[in-house]
């Protein structure tokens, strides 16, 4: 089914996926996880994608990031055809227009919270000292200035969070993918996570495409899809796990 | 349908199209300090590794420099030779005749002779001054050869008893112009005036030289006649002079005999080479360790700057690049260390020269400085050439949403089985390199690291096979912390069994290169037993007639002696350059130690029909028994059957053995040049040895006289002293080897302190832990140790079989020295247990709730 059928939904379109289908080599057989999937993600909204575990959800995310080759149908973004570009192209495409917010953090340990910031925008072509600069006023917009040039392993949990979700946003990225980005914190520090990232979506006007297995999480989003038996399904209404 | 155009996107990060990625570079450089002590080893390898290449190299290029400049003093540019054709002199007047008779003006008279200045070893250089004029002969250190030799020979050569010296000849024994100074020759001295100091741009390759007039050096030296005539010709005045010369002379290339003493020597100097670039390989797998291990630590990191953009060829310079800087770091220290040690290898290797292939004017140090930059390029490629495969690991490492639990070492389960298939076929290449008889020395060398790193890869799957038999079979019986230890060593076998690997080839090195060297000694001694007739030896040593026949009564009326062997020896003209030709008034079996000579061919021999080759000389020239050997003598060619082989280690250009009918024949004015004496049952031999001293005292020319004893000491102190290099080779590379396996081991160590924490926070005692590291280490020691037995008794049987056999045409018995195999053994247990020591320590120091908060 598809997530998004109107002309006008069709124009604002970001990200235009049509008949995605994707298995696993397991034991010697493909075991296919994802089954002729379609949808769109409109510019500027989040969308809450929902699904057991094992459903194929972070394979949806890598596939849409071009970590992951397409193996059937098509993923567009933004008129790019993600299936008509090679590895390479993939890499500097997901550099460039991608952020990525994982479930374990994932700072680079050796480099200190503002490099972690920063590097994305060096790697994007930017001088090293003026991306330094902005990933420093970036902490600081969210209360993180002082801990700038902690490494990872002297900051909580929370704040790694935060730091990786500025590291995700700060290139100002089209698309943002988020992969249980509360699933490692409490409450109070997902919430917290929460808050910045809709903060910095609302400045960028990113798309964001959030997996979680949290209903409040997925609440707050404008729409949620829900991933069962390798489809997609938009949500209307009460549903429970 | 939008673009990218479109799409939103930081100014800042879009101002240019391609990052420089400095941050990647800081997040590297903080990961090395953070791990500097495997930073540190891997400089130390690489260092070691490229100070021995490049001592090896500068001490090789520096002695080849002195040989090619001692010979290029000694001779000159010159065409052609005359000699006599039994090894003699050649008289003066032939000399006064060829350039009055044949007109040939393009000649010298050359004369040379081993002097001693306050105590100190020369050569005597004579030159006739106006002949060098004429000759237009270029030698280093004459700067102008014809104008300045001619003018300062004229000058100072021709005053009353002149000498020249290089100038800092002269300064070391503190002598000045118009110095008197006492030249020993055979015991006698002549005194001469130090007439003037020779400098210029090429003055050290006088060092050892003393330039004299030739009447005074043929006075200094005690003889008359020349030991050549010195020629530049074109081959049609060559054949005009060949025609022209009486027949007890001959005309021969200049350098032909000088070359073959240089071809062996140059096979001594690639031996040490192949030595020192072991080493190198050894820190190669050292650099592959640090650059493997340092990826594998960092697979998560790598794994997020996958996923966020950064390309794989970024990340492939990313870890090439940190690996070159430790190399070029690395490369440069170890150049500048090599320049020290070059130093010191220098003497060795020109003793090695000057004791077995060549009298050496030049000793000092003549440092090449294109062998530094060739050792640190060396070093810097090889340390990026071993990064690379770990580069490339690091390119395809996974995006982190993709990698899973599945730990490195589960793929390596399946490489092992590969490596150890590629292993067999490079053990396959190897043994079908060595199986033709004759084949260059590089193709054994190439043999040789086939089997080193075909040996290398299999050891993997061997560990793990027999690890899985030991586990399997003793599950029950063995103690907790050893059967953790096993499955340590087991399930981390990528990286252990790389560890023990390169235990392995360290201490085989150590296993070789003993077993060849005791296995040498051994030969050489059973050849000196059976050689050395007799007990008591007396030799003519000025090279003249031989012993008087008076001297030979006198010594037999002598009662401690009873009977006496004679032996002779002369130069022989063959197709194949000069030989010495030796006869005995024996039996060959009982005076030769025969290698291949069948009952009827030595009965050809006794009967004088056939003559016996040095085996040295037939393998360098492809000879073997059957074939016909031709030399020049008096009467014209003549050539004889060779009739068999016989084991010789004496070095230069070549031996044969001619029966003495023959040999007579040839030099019927011939004495014998060495007399070995039996002692009859009560004589005391030092008595002996004095009585016969004082008895060559009243005879003329210089006699030596020496108990078979002092001999066989001198002979394998020599022999001793050429391998000592070789000992100290030896010992870097396993100082090398040692670095590399205590990086890799305490690498795998550290790796696992999350699970030995784990274990601590289960219960396990500290101790118990501790002990669980070092039999982890000791077990892998004692793998090494023996993997090492075979490899190295393979590696022998190669240098002795193949390597100086294509090096030196020499055959040997091969001998096992149980020791060296104990010691081998002994070594791997050491080294791998130090290598233990650090964790085993470490853990002590552990907080288990901390390690497992960190992980």
Not at chain 1, 155 to 179: C, F, K, N, T
Not at chain 1, 199 to 218: C, I
């Amino acid at each position: 089914m598809r997530g998004d059928t109107g002309e006008q939904h069709e124009q604002q379109a970001l990200v235009r996926v049509s008949g995605l289908g994707h298995a696993y080599a397991q034991g010697g057989q493909a075991q296919a996880v994802l089954r002729d999937l379609s949808f769109t993600l409109r510019r500027g909204e989040t969308v809450a994608l929902l699904g057991r575990s094992g459903c194929g959800k972070t394979t949806l995310l890598n596939l849409i990031s071009g970590i992951e080759a397409v193996q059937q149908g098509e993923i567009e973004i933004a008129g790019i055809r993600l299936t008509a570009l090679d590895e390479e192209a993939r890499t500097r495409f997901r550099r460039q227009h991608i952020g990525f917010i994982y479930q374990f953090f994932n700072l680079v340990p050796s480099l200190t919270a503002a490099e972690n910031v920063a590097l994305i925008l060096e790697l994007n072509g930017a001088p090293l000292q003026g991306a330094m600069e902005h990933a420093r006023e970036l902490l600081g917009d969210i209360g993180l200035g002082s801990k700038a040039d902690h490494f990872a392993a002297q900051l909580s949990g929370g704040e790694q969070q935060r730091v990786a979700i500025l590291r995700a946003v700060a290139h100002e990225p089209a698309l943002v993918l988020a992969d249980e980005p509360t699933g490692n914190l409490d409450a109070h520090s997902g919430q917290d996570m929460l808050q910045v990232l809709r903060q910095r979506l609302r400045a960028h006007g990113s798309t964001t495409l959030l997996v979680t297995h949290s209903l409040a999480v997925a609440q707050s989003a404008d729409r949620i899809l829900t991933l069962d038996e390798g489809g997609i399904h938009e949500h209307a209404g009460d549903f429970a796990w | 349908m939008s673009t990218l155009a479109t799409l939103p996107g930081n100014s800042l990060a879009k101002a240019h199209s391609r990052g420089s990625a400095r941050l990647l570079w800081r997040a590297s450089w903080r990961h090395a300090r953070q791990h500097r002590w495997q930073s540190w080893l891997s400089v130390v390898g690489i260092m070691l590794g490229v100070m021995m290449v490049v001592a090896v190299d500068l001490a090789n290029s520096s002695a080849r420099r002195a040989f090619d400049l001692s010979v290029a003093t000694l001779s000159g540019t010159l065409t052609h030779q005359i000699v006599a054709l039994d090894g003699g002199r050649v008289d003066d007047e032939l000399f006064t005749r060829l350039r009055s008779e044949l007109g040939i003006r393009a000649s010298a008279p050359g004369l040379r002779g081993e002097v001693r200045l306050q105590g100190r070893r020369f050569t005597l250089l004579g030159i006739d001054p106006l002949s060098e004029a004429a000759l237009e002969r270029r030698r280093p250190g004459f700067a102008t050869e014809a104008g300045a030799l001619l003018g300062l020979g004229l000058r100072t050569l021709a005053s009353a008893r002149g000498v020249l010296m290089q100038r800092d000849a002269a300064a070391a024994l503190q002598l000045v112009p118009g110095a008197e100074v006492s030249l020993r020759s055979e015991n006698r001295d002549t005194a001469v005036v130090l007439a003037a100091v020779l400098e210029g741009a090429d003055a050290q390759a006088l060092e050892g030289v003393i330039v004299a007039d030739i009447a005074l050096a043929q006075e200094v030296l005690g003889h008359s006649g020349l030991d050549s005539i010195d020629l530049r010709l074109n081959s049609e005045e060559a054949e005009r002079l060949r025609a022209w010369l009486p027949p007890a002379f001959i005309v021969v290339d200049a350098g032909s005999d000088t070359a073959t003493l240089q071809q062996l020597s140059q096979a001594f100097q690639i031996n040490l080479r192949a030595m020192s670039l072991l080493a190198l390989l050894v820190a190669a797998l050292l650099i592959y360790n640090t650059a493997s291990l340092s990826v594998l630590e960092r697979r998560a990191t790598l794994g997020v700057l996958r996923a966020l953009g950064v390309a794989r060829g970024t990340l492939l310079r990313l870890v090439l690049g940190e690996s070159a800087v430790l190399g070029l770091g690395a490369s440069v220290a170890g150049a500048a260390l090599g320049l020290l040690l070059g130093q010191v290898l220098v003497r060795y290797v020109t003793r090695t020269m000057d004791d077995l292939y060549f009298t050496l004017t030049v000793t000092r140090f003549l440092p090449d400085y294109r062998v530094l930059l060739e050792g640190a390029a060396l070093g810097l490629g090889l340390t990026v050439a071993a990064a690379l495969l770990p580069a490339v690991q690091a390119a395809n490492a996974a995006p982190i949403t993709l990698q899973r639990a599945l730990p490195e070492e589960y793929a390596w389960r399946r490489r092992i089985r590969f490596l150890a298939l590629l292993g067999v076929v490079l053990l396959g290449l190897g043994y079908v390199l060595l199986l033709p008889e004759r084949g260059s020395l590089v193709e054994g060398f190439v043999a040789l690291n086939c089997i080193v790193f075909g040996f290398c890869l299999i050891i993997p799957f061997l560990l793990s096979c027999a690890l899985a038999l030991v586990l399997a079979l003793t599950l029950r019986h063995l103690p907790q912390t050893l059967r953790l230890s096993l499955r340590n060593i087991q399930s981390g076998i990528g990286r252990t069994g790389l560890a023990v690997a390169a235990l392995t080839v360290a201490v085989s090195v150590t296993v070789g290169v003993g077993v060849m060297i005791g296995s040498f000694r051994h030969t050489i001694n059973v050849w000196l037993e059976q050689t050395l007739s007799g007990e008591v030896q007396l030799a003519r040593l000025d090279g003249a007639s031989g012993i008087p026949p008076e001297l030979e009564r006198a010594a037999l009326a002598l009662p401690q002696l009873r009977e006496v062997r004679r032996q002779y020896w002369q130069t022989l003209h063959t197709d194949f350059g000069t030989v010495r030709a030796l006869a005995h008034d024996g039996a060959a079996a009982d005076q030769l130690y025969l290698k291949q000579a069948a009952a009827q061919d030595l009965a050809a021999f006794a009967a004088g029909d056939v003559l016996l080759l040095a085996e040295s000389f037939a393998w360098r020239h492809e000879l073997k028994p059957g074939d016909t050997l031709r030399y020049q003598t008096r009467e014209g060619e003549q050539s004889v059957r060779v009739g068999g082989l016989y084991f010789d280690y004496t070095t230069g250009t070549g031996a044969l053995e001619l029966p003495l009918s023959r040999f007579r024949q040839l030099w019927p004015e011939q004495g014998p040049q060495r007399l070995s004496f039996t002692l009859t049952a009560l004589a005391d031999r030092a008595a002996t040895l004095e009585a016969l001293r004082t008895l060559t005292q009243n005879f003329p020319g210089a006699y030596g006289v020496a108990a078979n004893a002092e001999i066989k000491a001198l002979t394998l102190a020599i022999f001793d002293r050429t391998f000592a290099i070789t000992d100290v080779l030896r010992l870097l590379a396993i100082l090398v080897a040692f670095v590399g396996v205590l990086s890799a081991l305490t690498a795998l160590q550290l790796q696992r302190m999350r699970e030995y924490a784990l274990l601590r926070a289960s219960g396990m005692t500290v101790g118990e832990t501790a002990r669980m590291i070092l039999a982890q280490t000791v077990a892998m020691g004692v793998c090494a140790g023996l993997l090492a037995l075979p490899l190295g008794l393979w590696m022998s049987q190669v240098l002795i079989d193949v390597i100086n056999r294509r090096s030196f045409g020499w055959s040997m018995q091969h001998l096992v020295p149980w020791l060296v195999l104990g010691q081998a053994l002994v070594l791997a247990v050491i080294a791998a247990l130090l290598a233990g020591l650090y964790p085993a320590l470490r853990i002590r120091r552990l907080s288990p709730a901390l390690a497992l908060r960190e992980a």
